[in-house]
């Protein structure tokens, strides 16, 4: 059982957001998928299939230490990443259970075109304050889901997002805790600084999040912060010891949105294989 490492969201090795890729998952038995993501225990593991279509390039499943999820972003770019350099090509489509996701690959990184978010108020707004140890959002406080719900909370300024301490078991406690990430933000112009947090999916803090890049271009654009086409610099990680840089862009008005693009860097770093006795491929 073949695996890669690849960095995702930077330019350089030991930086960035980890991602380990099974490259050919089909003989893997379905029992071993969740026991070997939380073996490895990165914010997601990838385990790669032929396509279902055949115009596509590969079906990824994709798994947090806890769960299936449906989409993910550091995943696809670092799948695309390592499929794009073990057969030579740029321009993919990974099949995810929320939609085919396309990504092209070039200097220095990718591309991909996210499914677009749904959008609606977050209804547990106050309670998930109290567990930030906040008082207000600089913005309102919605919810986009992309296949990765992800909500969002905005502080004034970076130095008070850097000193934020989140109450991990209050987080964990809130209704919609599994399967959602948290974030908070702060920055202005078209440079932000991101915090992510889903304690309830066994990620306390994530060093990038490929799936809220795209909807945080949506949110700025929906309030009217940015302009459509308007592409930002997400700056996150360094809380956590690993910076990552992520760009958005969201195109579109303020009652919907046509494209939504993430793109970013990503560096190969390891291989190597599980050998589990008693185990036999499918």
Sequence with gaps: MR???CDVFTDRPLAGNQLAVFPDASGIPEHLLQPLAREINFSETVFVYPPADPAHTARIRIFVPMQEISFAGHPVLGTATVLGAERGIDDLVLETRRAPVPVRLHAGGGTMEQPLPEVEPYRHADQLLAALDLQRSAMPVDRYDNGMPHVYVRLD???????LRPDMNALTELPDA????FNVFAGSGTLYTNRMFAPADGVPEDPATG??????ACHLLRHGVVESGTEITISQGASVGRPSTLYATAQGAADGFSAVLVRGSAVIVAEGR???PGETAA
Excluded at 178 to 181: E, I, L, V, Y
């Design 3 to 5: 695996f890669v490492i």
């Design 157 to 163: 300024s970076v130095e008070q997002l850097a000193a």
């Design 178 to 181: 599994f399967g959602t990430g």
């Design 211 to 216: 799936s809220a890049a795209g909807p945080l």
């Design 274 to 276: 599980f050998t589990l």
